[in-house]
């Protein structure tokens, strides 16, 4: 079971957008402003989408924002293309040994 | 641009200790922390531990006790050792560097390598 909480799965029509929900604690999410957010394609390596809750690295579309609210960070991807269309994970530095948690992934359908 | 790759055998036998070295190319790897990152198949990632340059490491509580990590900076590699491995080891290995400063996020990872646990 992962530390945070995401929904198995969401979709959304091309140019359509969606919001996926990261769910933590005190200890992690809703203590410290460090939630980053990746996008895995099949068979490829995770890639850094945002990181400090809102913050994208150079190169990644305005299209990816993030957000948080308390315990509850959040991705939205607007104007969805074919390409988004991957696995999403949340992660968040804690304040306990384990350092930093993952989610435990969205799958994104563009249908 | 930084990158980095990951080697080393991609069959392990169960109980015996699983080795791994990431190499990073086309940057320095001092004065940042390096951390190895494992997913099993169709399932999450897993942070497994990390290393700064000085040789300073932090493990994931739940493998500590069978994790060491090392670095080489004449070489620009920093390694993965995990001891008495089960089937439950079997996943993708990636090493990745750490961005910012203790903020626990990734901005550069290796392809991943497969690594599986089976006699």
């Known amino acids: 079971q992962s530390a945070l909480t995401q929904p198995a799965s969401v979709s959304g029509s091309p140019g359509q957008s969606i919001t996926i929900s990261c769910t933590g604690t005190?200890?992690?999410?809703?203590?410290?402003?460090?939630v980053s957010w990746y996008q895995q394609h099949p068979g490829k390596a995770p890639k850094l989408m945002i990181y400090?809750?809102?913050n994208r690295p150079s190169g990644v579309p305005d299209r990816f924002s993030g957000s948080k609210s308390g315990n509850t960070a959040s991705l939205t991807i607007s104007g969805l293309q074919a390409e988004d269309e991957a696995d999403y994970y949340c992660?968040?530095?804690?304040?306990?040994?384990?350092?930093?948690?993952f989610g435990g992934g969205t799958k994104l359908t563009v249908l | 641009q930084v990158q980095l790759q990951e080697s080393g055998p991609g069959l392990v036998k169960p109980s015996e200790t699983l080795s791994l070295t990431c190499t990073v190319s086309?940057?320095?790897?001092?004065?940042?922390?390096w951390s190895w990152i494992r997913q099993p198949a169709g399932k999450g990632l897993e942070w497994i531990g990390r290393?700064?340059?000085?040789?300073?490491?932090n493990y994931n509580p739940s493998l500590k006790s069978r994790v060491t990590m090392s670095v080489d900076t004449s070489k620009n590699q920093f390694s993965l050792k995990l001891s008495s491995v089960t089937a439950a080891d079997t996943a993708v290995y990636y090493c990745?560097?750490?961005?910012?400063?203790?903020?626990?996020?990734?901005?550069?990872w290796g392809q991943g390598t497969l690594v599986t646990v089976s006699s």
């Open positions: 990745a560097r750490e961005g910012g400063w203790n903020e626990g996020y990734f901005d550069y």
């Open positions: 086309g940057g320095s790897i001092s004065s940042y922390y």
């Open positions: 290393i700064y340059t000085s040789g300073s490491t």
């Open positions: 005190s200890s992690d999410v809703g203590g410290y402003n460090y």
């Open positions: 400090e809750v809102s």
């Open positions: 992660s968040s530095y804690t304040s306990s040994s384990t350092y930093v948690v």
